[in-house]
T-cell receptor, first 113, second 114 residues
């Protein structure tokens, strides 16, 4: 079975540009999580969805960040406008039943110049 | 509030040495889950193990073993006879019973030299 799929794997953009990160969870998983990893702050949960509904977005840094999950097999994380401090690795994870293990995608490495 | 502490930031060993990675957690819940993930140089996060708070039985999987002790709030990870392929950053994580959130430690970078 395919794992969590993320695209793009690498993104280089200029400050002020819009960035869209994509995630396809494992089939049958009904929860999806977006994390950000930086050297300074480590791994942080940004937002998570249960059954396509956003449950907790308290980790989203600011209004420039938004996330959607239009259906069970697709989610996006958008940054508009992007800033150099948004440079990080963004991970998507999914899980099946409540409180079970989260499985992570390969991550998107974002560099904002 | 939940918290995970991995006091060691970096360890370097020679192949075939045993190495133990420490993890100390804080939680007020009686029901919680503990995890270890591995992040190799390629960058992905690989799940290794999940333990719930009611199961203190230690676990062994090949060269990997985990020691869960509620009395000291620790969930330590030992690699026996380390290999170069074990070189990675290892993360300990915690989720409380009523929460979906995974709280990660800062990670510990293990380098196994030939």
């Amino acid at each position: 079975d395919a794992g969590v799929i993320q695209s793009p794997r690498h993104e280089v953009t200029e400050m002020g540009q819009e960035v869209t990160l994509r995630c396809k969870p494992i089939s049958g998983h009904n929860s999806l999580f977006w994390y950000r990893q930086t050297m300074m702050r480590g791994l942080e949960l940004l937002i998570y969805f249960n059954n396509n509904v956003p449950i907790d977005d308290s980790g989203m840094p600011e209004d420039r960040f938004s996330a959607k999950m239009p259906n069970a097999s697709f989610s996006t994380l958008k940054i508009q406008p992007s800033e150099p401090r948004d440079s990080a690795v963004y991970f998507c994870a999914s899980r099946g039943l409540p409180l079970e293990t989260q499985y992570f995608g390969p991550g998107t490495r974002l560099l904002v110049l | 509030a939940q918290k995970v502490t991995q006091a060691q930031t970096e360890i370097s060993v020679v192949e075939k040495e045993d190495v133990t990675l420490d993890c100390v957690y804080e939680t007020r819940d009686t029901t919680y889950y503990l995890f270890w993930y591995k992040q190799p140089p390629s960058g992905e996060l690989v799940f290794l193990i999940r333990r719930n708070s009611f199961d203190e039985q230690n676990e062994i999987s090949g060269r990997y073993s985990w020691n869960f002790q509620k009395s000291t709030s620790s969930f330590n990870f030992t690699i026996t006879a380390s290999q170069v392929v074990d070189s990675a950053v290892y993360f300990c994580a915690l989720s409380e019973g009523g929460s979906e959130k995974l709280v990660f430690g800062k990670g510990m970078k293990l380098t196994v030299n030939p």
